[in-house]
Each structure stands twice: as C-alpha cells, then as structure tokens.
C-alpha cells in the first residue's frame, strides 16, 4: 500500500500540466543545509531481528557532525539534480549483548542523490513541475570497539546503489501578497539494485529574499527495503526530520 500510495502521487503530480514559458539558457542553485534526522526500523542479522526508533533528539548527544549540500545545473527544459548528506555518530555508552562493559561505535554514513529531470511545465504561474531519473547510494562506514577481555575491534563497511525515478513540483503562495514564497515538493521512489525498494520525501517552503538569496525549511524522509540474504540479513530502516538550508542561485 506504500508503495501504491507513492506511485499515485508521483502520477498526480504529472497528470495536469499547463503551459508556461519555457525557461531558457543556463540557470545554478547550490543550497547547503542541515538535516536533524531521527532512524527508525528494522534490522535481521543472522536470523536475529532487532527493532529500533530514535528521534533526531535522542542521537543529537551522539551526532559529531550532520550536513549537506543540494546543487542543481539548469539548461533549458533540462535539469541536472545532485544532494550528498554526510552523518557522523560516536558513542561510548553502546550495550553490548554478554558484555556488561559495553563498548564504542564510530560510524559515518554517506547519502547521494544524482538525478536528471526534464520540465514538463506548470500548473500555475510561476511555478514549475519536472521529472527525474538517476540513482541513489548509501555508504555507512562503522568501528566497533567491545570493551573487556573478551572484546574486540570490529569494522564494517556497506554500499548500496539503486535507481529511481521521481517528480518535484514547486508552486507558489499567496502570489499576490507575498512575492518569492512557494512551496517544493520532491518524491522519488526506486529499488532493483542493492535494495528491493527505497523512496524518499521533500516537502519544503522556500522564500526568496532576492532573486539571487534563498531560505528552505522542511521535510525530508529517505527509506529502505533490503531483502534477507543468504545468511539471514535484512533491513527495513528509514531517516526522517527536519531539513533547511540557504539557498544561492547565479
């Protein structure tokens, strides 16, 4: 039903474009922003499934560093859409099954975004409606140190890579009375390669002090489904929070 439910809007945000006036030559936005991500789900090693619901509130005492940048080249109707998000975690406080010292988890996780879009046109004045194609990867990087005799030190790399597809409506605010307000929206949806299914979400309200000077402020939800393997791993996890940024255009 979720992944119904994402196609559906996907398909409805396409299904009513108007015209509008083409956008022409050369076009550059890059936003850096800071995404406050709390992770929920599942995780099965081994056969062994473990249950998990943190909000950004309860990792902020672990979080070293948390940003990105989103940068978007325009030429014509065509788009080229890139977003990298890094996430750094310590913490040496973790619960270790049999061990009651605990231990130490240094981890590091890598998101990526690289999508082409085209303009399909508008719904109403000013505003704008594009589709997208490309590919989204993660990259965690972790060390886990086990305190005690019988502890140890444990490191663990992971890639996935997967193609999806999405759409990313913009439409104006109260046009008439507030110049430069509107509301993004991105959803992409995908899955095939390392994973059976990922999708994300963006909603944003975005205000232009000038032409050139932006501020973002939203939402964003990035999700995977990653089938058991041969030796019983599985993952059904996904980041959500708030997510802002200032915007440069040129």
């Known amino acids: 039903m979720k992944t119904a439910g994402l196609i559906a809007a996907l398909l409805l945000m396409t299904a009513f474009v108007a015209n509008a006036q083409e956008p022409e030559g050369w076009r550059f936005e890059v936003t850096p922003t800071a995404w406050t991500a709390g992770i929920e789900g599942t995780i099965t090693v ?35 859409r890139v977003q990298f998000d890094h996430i750094s975690l310590s913490t040496d406080a973790l619960e270790v099954e049999d061990q009651p010292q605990g231990g130490k988890l240094d981890s590091d996780i890598f998101f990526t975004e690289a999508a082409v879009g085209y303009w399909l046109g508008s719904l109403k004045k000013g505003g704008s409606n594009y589709v997208f194609v490309g ?5 965690t ?5 086990v305190f005690g005799a019988d502890g140890g030190f444990y490191t663990r ?3 996935l890579l997967d193609p999806l597809v999405g759409v990313q409506g913009s439409f104006p605010i109260f046009p008439s ?18 994973s059976e299914l990922i999708y994300g979400l963006q909603p944003t309200v975005q205000y232009q002090f000038t032409d050139d000077i932006g501020v973002r402020v939203g939402y964003r939800r990035l999700a995977w489904q990653v089938e058991k393997d041969k030796n019983g791993n599985k993952m ?11 915007g440069v255009s040129f």
């Open 177 to 194: 009375k507030i110049k430069g307000l509107s509301i993004v929206a991105m959803m992409t949806i995908g899955g095939g390669g390392d």
């Open 46 to 80: 081994d056969g062994q499934e473990t249950e998990f619901d943190k909000s950004a509130s309860d990792l902020i005492d672990y979080v070293e560093f948390a940003g990105g940048v989103i940068g978007s080249a325009y030429y014509d109707r065509w788009c080229l």
């Open 157 to 159: 790399e992971r890639n």
């Open 135 to 139: 590919l989204r990867s993660l990259h």
């Open 141 to 145: 990087d972790s060390d886990l140190e």
């Open 236 to 246: 059904d996890f996904s980041l959500a929070g708030l997510i802002a940024g200032l």
